[in-house]
């Protein structure tokens, strides 16, 4: 039985398929890594919550940088990382429009009903 | 139009309902932020030169792996800041460009050398007492972001006085030599500490509209008095002097009294004249420098990847 070891070096690759590697030396277009925002969950059971954003070159290097930064005291199992541009956020200036119909549904809540003391467990 | 959206801006502020990046805002609020979260994040990571230079000679394995942690999470502060910094529309990159030429400030703390290895004890209790200090009260600054990165930093931060306070008091018990060398270096630091607050209030070109804005909740002399009646009571634990002969508790205001600071040193070393300024500096640019090749490299994998993913 045989089998093909491929020895990988970081970034050594390829080459001859994509081309020279894009690295740009003139100051004007150099360009920062890309902003990502960072989501950890706590603990097994809870949801990932966003905690702040950092820069990297790549997904796998925002969640190494991640690890780093947002989790030195075990702060999370698991991180989310999205990268900021694909983030939809809905505007600040909509907020009326967008939630005022749930304004006038207190009955939506359980504290709407008034029942006799008698009922226990509800 | 433009009155009308200060004045629902200033009424938000009033209630304390939080700023957040994409909400309407006051460009001076927008630009006094950005001055003062990057100036902040400047100071966290221009913060880490001074006491990184004893890593390397810490006592103690134990010594070494608590300061490493430190200098790490310092190195963290800066992040969380400048990400804050960066909700409202300045670059990283602009950002360590006006640090690099000198347009941006950082504490002047960090222009004073680190000569002995009490230096450690003495920046973790003093310094990092004194950014405590100022620190606390930015959680509940009325920009979110800022106020979010507060709280994470100021979690992190109780340790790092702890730390100092313990190396100091582990001194204290020891030789005679021991002894000198902390009081050495509180003696040195003490004024630079207290420096930290910055100019006298009636001094201060920035305050008052911070205040009004909830940027600030304290005033720079409402909170250096605070953390002098504190010190002057924990440097008795340790058995030192603070070098300040005026130090005197006043039963009347309820206060220690305290000696005139030397503002003319505090301006000099702002401007660029205090003993490490053009040290440290030259210690960040060297650093970017040096780490060019590392992130045009990434920026090419990753770029490189990105190509690969989409052919296959
Ligand atoms: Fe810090
Ligand atoms: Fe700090
Ligand atoms: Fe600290």
Not at chain 2, 69 to 97: C, P
Request: glycine share 6%; proline share 4%; charged share 25%.
């Amino acid at each position: 039985m045989s089998f093909q070891l491929n020895k990988q070096y970081y970034g050594d690759y390829g080459e001859a398929k994509n081309g020279a590697a894009d690295i740009s030396t003139s100051g004007a277009s150099k360009q920062e890594w890309p902003l990502w925002e960072i989501f950890i969950r706590n603990k097994q059971g809870l949801d990932h919550k966003h905690v702040g954003s950092l820069h990297a070159a790549d997904a796998a290097m925002a969640i190494e940088n991640a690890r780093d930064v947002y989790t030195r005291r075990m702060e999370g199992v698991s991180i989310w990382a999205v990268e900021t541009k694909f983030i939809h956020a809905s505007n600040p200036d909509d907020a009326a429009a967008l939630y005022d119909p749930a304004n006038d549904k207190a009955y939506r809540h359980p504290t709407f009903y008034d029942l006799p003391e008698a009922v226990k467990y509800m | 139009m433009e009155k009308n959206l200060e004045t629902i801006f200033q009424e938000k502020i009033d209630a304390e309902i939080r700023i957040e990046p994409k909400d309407w805002m006051p460009e001076k609020y927008r630009q006094t932020l950005i001055r003062q979260i990057s100036q902040h994040a400047h100071s966290e990571i221009v913060g880490m030169l001074p006491e990184g230079n004893w890593i390397t000679r810490a006592p103690s394995l134990r010594r070494k792996a608590i300061l490493l942690a430190k200098v790490q999470d310092e190195a963290g502060h800066g992040l969380y800041l400048y990400s804050a910094a960066e909700t409202l529309g300045i670059s990283r990159d602009e950002m360590t460009e006006q640090l690099h030429t000198g347009k941006a400030k950082y504490s002047s703390i960090f222009n004073y050398p680190t000569l002995s290895w009490a230096d450690m004890g003495v920046i973790g209790w003093l310094v990092d007492g004194a950014a405590i200090m100022n620190q606390v009260p930015l959680c509940r600054s009325s920009f979110g972001p800022y106020a979010r990165a507060m709280v994470r930093v100021c979690k992190e931060e109780s340790f790092h006085q702890r730390q100092g306070f313990e190396i100091l008091l582990t001194l204290s018990k020891g030789t005679e030599a021991q002894r000198q060398m902390a009081q050495d270096a509180i003696d040195r630091w003490w004024w630079p500490s207290i420096m930290m607050f910055g100019p006298k209030d009636d001094e201060s070109p920035n305050s008052i509209l911070s205040m009004k804005w909830k940027i600030k909740r304290f005033s720079n002399d409402e909170l250096r008095q605070k953390f002098i009646d504190v010190i002057a009571e924990q440097v008795k634990v340790l058995g030192f002097t603070l070098p300040d002969k005026d130090l005197k508790w006043n039963e009347t205001r309820k206060h220690y009294d305290f000696g005139s600071i030397n503002w003319d040193e505090f301006w000099q070393v702002i401007q660029g004249n205090g003993p490490c300024n053009k040290e440290r500096l030259d210690a960040r640019k060297k650093a970017w420098a040096d780490g060019e090749w590392v992130r045009d490299a990434a920026t090419a994998y990753a770029n490189k990847k990105a190509k690969q993913n989409k052919a296959a």
